[in-house]
């Protein structure tokens, strides 16, 4: 990173430093500048933080790793580029949370997978047996 571009960090943490809230404490989600999107969108290197996949920065949302209703920050380190079913499906959990739910979703679904396979073996085995 150039000098130039740690000072654009640095300025966009101290205005995104702040987490604001409106009169019944609900937290209000902040519009971020072009530049900031930018900046986040460029720090991830085009790709979505949580599948990998690539994505355009007009389709990119921005995740807050740490929820805001959980006590994370809207800071650049917080933030993440996300695709939106991503962003969507993570929804307002930690980090380590979703690990696990995603974990316990590809083990549940391998697991039934590997039942139908097995199923269709038995079948298969048995249609052969009878011819
Ligand atoms: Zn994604």
Same mark, same amino acid.
């Given at each position: 990173?150039?000098?130039?571009?740690?000072?654009?960090?640095?300025? +966009?943490?101290?205005?995104? !430093?702040?987490?604001?809230?409106?009169?019944? *404490?609900?937290?209000?989600?902040? %519009?971020? !500048?072009?530049? $900031?999107?930018?900046?986040?969108?460029?720090?991830? &290197? *085009?790709?979505?933080?949580?599948?990998?996949?690539?994505?355009?920065?007009?389709?990119?949302?921005?995740? &807050? %790793? +740490?929820?805001?209703?959980? *006590? *994370?920050?809207?800071?650049?380190? +917080?933030?993440?580029? $996300?695709?939106?079913?991503?962003?969507?499906?993570?929804?307002? %959990?930690?980090?380590?949370?979703?690990? @696990?739910?995603? $974990? @316990?979703?590809?083990?549940?679904?391998?697991?039934? #997978?590997?039942? %139908?396979?097995? #199923?269709?073996?038995?079948?298969?085995?048995?249609?052969?047996?009878?011819?």
């Amino acid at each position: 990173m150039t000098p130039e571009e740690l000072d654009e960090v640095r300025k +966009n943490k101290l205005a995104l !430093s702040m987490v604001k809230r409106d009169k019944h *404490g609900k937290i209000v989600r902040k %519009i971020y !500048s072009e530049d $900031t999107r930018k900046l986040i969108y460029l720090n991830a &290197h *085009g790709k979505c933080e949580l599948c990998g996949r690539n994505i355009l920065l007009e389709d990119m949302t921005i995740d &807050h %790793i +740490n929820p805001l209703s959980m *006590g *994370g920050e809207d800071d650049v380190e +917080n933030l993440a580029c $996300t695709c939106y079913p991503c962003n969507l499906f993570k929804g307002n %959990i930690l980090p380590d949370d979703f690990m @696990e739910r995603i $974990t @316990e979703i590809f083990m549940y679904q391998t697991e039934k #997978k590997g039942k %139908i396979s097995l #199923k269709w073996k038995i079948v298969h085995r048995l249609l052969s047996s009878v011819r």
